[in-house]
């Protein structure tokens, strides 16, 4: 539990009255029970979408890269790609 030093000392250090630090507590509290999720286990659930966000974002990047290999070998561009969608033949037409 945050003893009422560290709190001051926390609020202290970051400019904020107490006043101020008890609604960021009050909105911490709301977020919690709007998502469903016990206050104490908000930053191990946040920490888990950052990990998921940031193998997320590995992966478009290496999809990417990816995709630019394939065109690159292809020697093509998205551009011929895009034109090549547009104008394909419509098969049984």
Do not use: Q, W
Not at 26 to 55: A, F, Q, T
Not at 65 to 93: F, H, M
């Amino acid at each position: 539990m945050l003893k009422r030093s560290k709190a001051r000392a926390h609020c202290f250090k970051r400019g904020l009255t107490s006043e101020k630090f008890m609604n960021l507590v009050e909105k911490i509290s709301c977020l919690s029970d709007n998502l469903g999720i016990p206050v104490e286990e908000l930053p191990e659930r946040i920490n888990g979408l950052k990990r998921s966000l940031d193998d997320l974002n590995i992966e478009i990047r290496d999809l990417i890269a990816k995709n630019g290999r394939a065109i690159s070998s292809y020697n093509t561009t998205v551009a011929d790609l895009e034109e090549y969608r547009r104008n394909r033949p419509l098969i049984g037409v």
